[in-house]
């Protein structure tokens, strides 16, 4: 987090919000919905691809941030396998506007150690989109600051599907098909992000309280923030504030407090047990 502070002038606004995070708390991976380009557009009489071209500098600026904090990994949802269904416009001028932040994000990557992988059925995008995208995850395969995993014709639920078909072909390769029997490490370890730690913090822009088919797995135990700042609109304030609110969560992943007093020293069982009638 010193990298952080360095980048920050003491006194300025999010100088005072950086002050308030405890720098021992910080999420290990977030994860975003970046959402609200097309409303963003539509308020100012613009198209709505200009909305997606004034949403490449939040992710410029998100990815500078979270490198400077020491996050470990930052997944944004840049298309949707639903995302085909938009006007080829529209979809063409998301293509393209990759490819842009693409060749101009790179020399920034590796001067920065970041690793930038992606995830989603990357096999159906265009070839051209497919070759940068894989260069670009080629050359910064050495790095070992921050991962910034692109979800891309990604679909939560067609990620668990791939992952149930690996499971399945790998089964019928080795011969143990007629007595597979799958567990919860089984289907985490086929899934796309099976290298990453699951979010953290789940951040969604523009105020829907949806999730959208995106890291449907493993999302089950993150914090969701959701503002209603357009994705366009993010800024360094915005990811600061999502990880200040974090920090108030009280995450217990399905147990209890662990310094909070026990109601009762009865052993479990009496407690639960049912009266004989
Ligand atoms: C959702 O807003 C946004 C998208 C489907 C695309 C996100 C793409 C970018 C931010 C630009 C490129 C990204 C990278 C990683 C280089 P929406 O169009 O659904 O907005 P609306 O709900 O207001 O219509």
Redo the contacts with the bound molecule.
Sequence with gaps: MKDFFDSLKPGEGDWLLAQSIDPERLPAHIAII???????A?RRNMP?VA??RA??D??RNTVESCARLGITALT?????VE?WKRPRHEVET?WR??RF?LRRELPELMENNIRLVAIGRLEALPKQVRQELEAAMEATAGNNGLIVN?AINYGGRAELVDAVNALLDQARIEGTLDRLQVKEEDIASKLYTAKIPDPDLLIRT?G?MRISNFLLWQIAYSEIYVTET??PDFKRSDLLQAILDYQKRDRRFGGVKTDVVPDSTEPVAEAVAVPAR
């Design positions: 970046m959402d609200g380009n097309g409303r963003w539509n709505r909305g997606h949403g490449i939040p992710v944004l949802y840049a298309f949707s995302n998301l506007l990759l932040y692109l523009s829907e357009l994705w």
